[in-house]
């Protein structure tokens, strides 16, 4: 279901859905470089509004240094937390707060986001990441994120890319254990999509309603990743 503004649909009805519902969203921005090749941070900018999300999780975003402008500068009507991984004088890049180091051995850096944030006077821990491409490395990081929801008496949210390409991998396999499983929506390649990659897992489980892949003609060529969002219930007596 795309979440793309429509002239044609009811503004009321559309509204009133948006009073019950939390819409969170993740993102891999892919540097800003489109499946054409071409670094192009504003259509970057323009697929965040066709999505319309409460929270934003964005992967892969420069954030500047002297090979790289500050795209999450660039982004209009957002409050923006970085998570640098990567972080010199050429290039500052990484997750979109409390940081959690989940680099593992000599591989690239890989972190996390950490974050409680009130949504309409409810507070959820939301945790944003990007995983790792080795299923090793996956299993290592995944274990030391749920090591930090062991205390948490808050509602979760964990989104990213996870990088996981089998949906009984062992990595979505140890996250069942602390959430109910979430629909599996294929959002990469954007050419072809074949696997899904970005996740979004809620808990409770029954919070969630449903889960989107955002495909316009606009996010195919943004990124090689679409966004993925997941719409949540609001509390009965917000």
Same mark, same amino acid.
Not at 7 to 19: F, L, Q, Y
Not at 62 to 71: A, N
Not at 153 to 167: C, H, K, T, Y
């Given at each position: ?16 859905? /948006? ?5 969170? @969203? ?16 504003? /259509?970057?900018?323009? =697929? +965040? #509004? ?7 999780? +964005? !992967?892969? =975003? ?10 999450? !500068? ?6 923006? $937390?970085?998570? #640098?991984?990567?972080?010199?004088? !050429? /290039?500052?890049?990484?997750? @979109?707060?409390?940081?959690?180091? %989940? ?30 491409? @080795? ?5 290592? !990081?995944?274990?030391? $994120? ?12 964990? +989104? ?11 990595? %979505? ?11 599996? +929506? ?20 029954? /919070? ?8 316009? #003609? ?9 966004? %993925?969002? @997941? ?8």
């Amino acid at each position: 279901m795309t979440l793309m503004h429509d002239a044609s649909i009811d503004r009321n009805s559309m509204n009133s859905v /948006r009073e019950r519902e939390l819409r969170i @969203a993740t993102y891999n921005l892919h540097a800003a470089v489109g499946i054409d090749g071409k670094f192009a941070p504003e /259509r970057i900018d323009e =697929v +965040l #509004p066709e999505i319309d999300a409460d929270i934003f999780a +964005l !992967q892969e =975003v420069p954030l500047g240094g002297t090979g790289s402008p500050d795209v999450l !500068q660039r982004m209009t009507n957002l409050h923006a $937390v970085a998570g #640098p991984t990567l972080d010199t004088p !050429q /290039r500052r890049y990484g997750n @979109a707060v409390r940081t959690l180091d %989940l680099s593992f051995r000599s591989r690239e850096p890989r972190g996390a986001l950490d974050a409680d944030i009130d949504c309409n006077g409810e507070t959820w821990r939301v945790v944003a990441t990007h995983l790792g491409l @080795a299923s090793s490395e996956r299993r290592a !990081q995944v274990e030391q $994120v749920l090591q930090t929801f062991d205390t948490s008496a808050l509602p979760i949210i964990l +989104l990213g890319d996870l990088n996981e390409r089998f949906v009984y991998g062992r990595t %979505l396999r140890r996250l069942v254990t602390h959430f109910h499983r979430a629909s599996a +929506l294929r959002t990469f390649p954007t050419r072809y999509p074949l696997f899904a990659l970005d996740r979004i897992w809620v808990h409770p489980g029954e /919070r969630l309603m449903r889960v989107d892949v955002h495909c316009t #003609p606009l996010s195919r060529v943004a990124s090689d990743h679409y966004p %993925l969002i @997941a719409h949540i219930s609001k509390p009965i007596d917000a």
